[in-house]
Each structure stands twice: as C-alpha cells, then as structure tokens.
C-alpha cells in the first residue's frame, strides 16, 4: 500500500516496506508544480471568434437531431409524449418541457392536437424542403466523402478501421444517413465491410490509389499538378500557422518555431509501424494526421473525442490532448461545454470558415430558421450569447453528437488526465519553447 502527503510544494509518498519489495519507495519526493483545470490553463488563450462557432453550432445540433428523428418516422410525425426519450441526446432535463423546446422554432416544427388530446410534433414545409434539399447535398457530396473515409483508412495502419468509430465522423465527413447500411456498399471499389473473429465490423482497404496518399498540405505547396510520389514517405512542409492577436508576443520563439516547422516527419500515409513513440518526428507526424483528419472535415474542426478514439489505429501518442494544446497555431482547443472541440486555425477568418461547401450553407439556412418567429438570431460577440432573451432552452448542452451511435467519452477524460495534469504543464507562450526543442543525447 501507499499513502502521501503534501508539505508545501512538495509531494511525499510513502510505502509499506513490503510494497513493491524496494526500499526506494520509501523516502521518495519530487516537486509538484500547482495544477490547474485545463478549463483555467486556456483561458488567457481564448480565441473569442472561434468560441462564438462553437455557441452556434450548439444551437443548431440540437434542431437537426430533432429534425433527424422525425425523418425516420413513417409520416414525418411523432407525438411529443414519444420524444421524451430523447432528453438525453438533446440534453432536456425535466421540469423543461419538450412541447416548449419544440415551440423555439414555429418556422421548423408544427405542434398540434388530434381528437384524443394528444400532441403531436411534425415538420413545416420549409423543413420538408430543407430536408429534402439535405439528401440532394448528401448525394452529391458522396464521391468526395467517399475518398476521404478511403484516406482515412489509407493513413491506419491495418488499412482497415472499426466501423462503429467511422461513425462518429458521419456528421463531420458529411456522410449521408445510410451510411451503415448502404452507403458502405456503394464503393466496392475503394473499401468493403468484413467482419473479424470477435464479430466487429470494419471498413476495410480494397485497393490503394497513390493520387490519394497526398496531403492536403502537398496539394497546396505543389498545386493540382505536382509529381505524385510513388511511395510516401519524408516530408518536410511546414505547417500554417495563425495565432490570436492576443499571442503577438509568441514570435519572440519564432526561432523555436522554425526549428520545429523545418523539421522532417514521415507523411501520415507512409507505414508506421515501429515508429518510435515519444520521439520529436513521432509528435510531429501526429500533428500532420491530426492536420489531415480535420482537412477533411465540412467544418474543418472535431470533437476531440472522435480523434482519440483512432489513436492506435493512426499510430498517434496517448497524450494527444497535450499535443493539441501545444500547437495552438495550427489548432485550436475549445473548452466550452461537457465535450472538447479542436479547429484548424487556418480555415477560420475571425468566427466565418473560409471557404464553405453546399453543406455548411444548408446549415446556416437552417439556423437562420431558429428562434421565435420574426425574431433575428444573429450572434457576433460573447455579449451577444448572454443577451440574448429566452434562450435557456436552447443553450443546454447537447450530448448528441451521432444519432445512430452512442458516444464513447471516456477517452477524452484519459486524454485529459494523461495529456496535461499528469505532467504539471502550464500552458502559457514559454511551452512552445519547450515544446520545440531537440532531445539533447543522454
């Protein structure tokens, strides 16, 4: 057994003489820096515009799971009593009622009552159509979606990847409703569904096509018309970098920074296995997964959840929390709500992503339709999030994030734990020296 205590800034520990049969375990200390929350560490380095698309997007997930349900139903219609079994994905805590929710958005969802009293929930025209014009979207996106599940899969190291986690990115990917059921069955060319010994389902590598083992970084350095490498392999692009006004001081390690951005790391699409874990080439391809992952996201951002899940398969370090936090010029953490969000800092233009596909301007379509009817909703500042009048309903955090699916969270907690406190890291500008600099030979 073994027990502590804290004298000062110090931690003590202390064993039972037959713990571990070492009598090192006896009278062992070692300094202990103050540990703070991540949620406290990050909030001097709070990128206010990119925490206005989070509040939005908070909004918006929790109309289009309630327009999601009513479109599996035969009719389009539920009644509200069979909806409270969506509290939880829509995070609805009683005593709030559904019918009130519900009623946010007259110009999306109708109530009514038929002869028996009972209230029923269904769709507006303009959802139907809205709706409707989603599955043409979805249809014409899937090519382009398709290559990026078969480079997601291209980048792991198995070259096939648990389809329940392939999931998690549906949203993300703009994948489209049938995905498990159809969807997969479309590009028998790129991948196939086979099952493993323990009854999981995989997506699985069919043929590999070498145009597609370049990175969306070669792409923009090279143009559409670069050599395409016959195998890949050592790259050394650097990556783009944005940083808050707040952070000028951040170029003061500029030489840290091109230290780290000169660096040569194997191409996320090159065999990983045996790569030494820990090592500075090691991080630095997790960053160039990580890079490419969020390129091929609609939003260019994830939960931070749906990238740990792929750790073992796209051979990126358990600390991956750590490692984000630490490139905040190429990503951005945010914090706010019960689940991380992580950007691509350079697709963003202040709050507004640079460039938008058909998809992202559906859904600002759909969020313009939010609210009380006649009422603008338009949030373009923090200010704006707490005046807003008669919004308790909607900014309640959502645990939906696939409806499909359940979530795991669990790693994102170890990513947490592990990443940042276990290493008593302050992570204010001086980290990126720390983060930058050589192994120095032992």
Known sequence: MMAYRIVGNMIELNCCKYAFGCKEFLQHSRSMTTSKRVQDRSEKKRVHDLEIVIEKWKIIS????LMEVLKKEPEQIISVRSLDQYRRQINLPK????????????????LYKDQKGVLWCGMTKEAEDLVAEEERLLEQHSDKAAEHVTRLIMMSVDKRLPLDKIAHFRRDFGLPYDFRTSWVKKYPQHFRV????????????????????????????????????????????????????????????GGKIDHFQKREYLSPYADARG?????LEFDKRAVAIMHEVLSFTIEK??????????????????????????????????????????FLTEAYDGAELIEKCPLILWKEKVQKLIGYRGRKRKIETFEDLTDMEDTSLFEMESENENFDEE????????????????????????????????????
């Not at 005593?95 to 109708?110: C, N, Q, V």
């Not at 990513?415 to 980290?431: K, P, Q, S, T, Y």
């Open 301 to 342: 951002r994830l939960v931070t959840d749906h990238l740990t899940h792929f750790r073992w398969e796209l051979v990126m370090p358990q600390k991956l929390m750590r490692l984000l936090l630490k490139h905040f010029g190429i990503f951005y953490v945010s914090e706010r709500g019960k689940r991380f969000s992580v």
């Open 275 to 279: 790569f030494k874990a820990g090592s």
């Open 95 to 110: 005593p709030h009622k559904m019918s009130d929710f519900i009623r946010k958005s007259p110009k999306l969802f109708d």
């Open 62 to 65: 929790k109309v289009l799971f």
């Open 194 to 253: 086979v099952e493993s010994e323990d009854e999981i389902e995989y997506l699985e590598l069919v043929s590999w096509n070498p145009a597609w083992a370049v990175t969306e970084l070669e792409k923009k350095a090279n143009g559409a018309n670069g050599d395409i490498p016959p195998t890949p392999g050592l790259l050394s692009l650097p990556f783009p970098l944005k940083f808050p006004p707040n952070f000028k001081k951040v170029y003061r390690y």
């Open 407 to 442: 979530l795991e969270r669990s790693e994102v907690i170890d990513g947490l734990g592990d990443g940042l406190l276990a290493d008593d890291v302050e992570m204010d500008v001086g980290e990126i020296c720390n983060a930058y600099k050589e192994n120095k030979p032992s």
